[in-house]
C-alpha cells in the first residue's frame, strides 16, 4: 500500500481518476507524457507513493523512480534520437517544484541552445569557498 493524499494530481493519476498518456508502469512507479512539455517527448517518472520531494522518499523507492526514469530515457533515445537528455527533480518552491509529489522530468533535447532554461555556464569557483562549503556538508553527513 503506498501513502496518497486526496488532493495530489499525480496521486489522481496514479489511481486512474485523471486520464494520462502512460509510457510504463510497475508496483512502485508510473511514466507517462507531460501534458505541458517543453519538447517533444517531455515525459515524468513519478514514484506511485505520494512523498513530496527528496527529503521524504526512503532510499529504496528513489532508486525504482530513477530506474523508471532510465527505462524512459533509453526509449526516448531510441525512438527520437535526440542529442541529449537531462533528468531533472526539483525540491521545493525555489528549485521550481510546482508539484509537491517526486517525480522526475525526463526531457530529450536537441540542441543546446532550445531554450529549455536548465543549462548553467561554467565559470570557476572560488576554491576557498568551495573547501569552505565541502567541510559544511561532511560534517552534515
Not at 526516448?76 to 537528455?85: E, F, H, K, V
Request: overall charge neutral; some cysteine; charged content about 20%.
Amino acid at each position: 500500500m503506498h501513502p496518497t493524499d486526496a488532493n495530489c494530481v499525480f496521486c489522481k493519476i496514479v489511481a486512474g481518476q485523471i486520464p494520462s498518456f502512460r509510457l510504463y508502469e510497475d508496483d512502485d512507479t508510473i511514466a507517462f507524457m507531460d501534458i505541458n512539455p517543453v519538447n517533444d517527448g517531455h515525459a515524468l517518472a513519478v514514484v506511485k507513493g505520494h512523498y513530496p520531494n527528496l527529503h521524504a522518499i526512503p532510499a529504496d523507492v528513489l532508486g525504482k523512480v530513477a530506474a523508471t526514469a532510465q527505462r524512459i530515457a533509453r526509449a526516448q533515445q531510441a525512438a527520437l534520437n535526440p542529442s541529449g537528455i537531462n533528468l531533472l527533480q526539483a525540491n521545493g518552491p525555489g528549485a521550481g517544484q510546482t508539484v509537491f509529489h517526486l517525480h522526475f522530468h525526463v526531457l530529450p533535447r536537441t540542441a543546446q541552445d532550445d531554450d529549455l532554461k536548465v543549462n548553467w555556464g561554467h565559470n570557476p569557483g572560488d576554491m576557498a569557498r568551495i573547501k569552505q562549503i565541502h567541510e559544511k556538508l561532511l560534517k552534515a553527513m
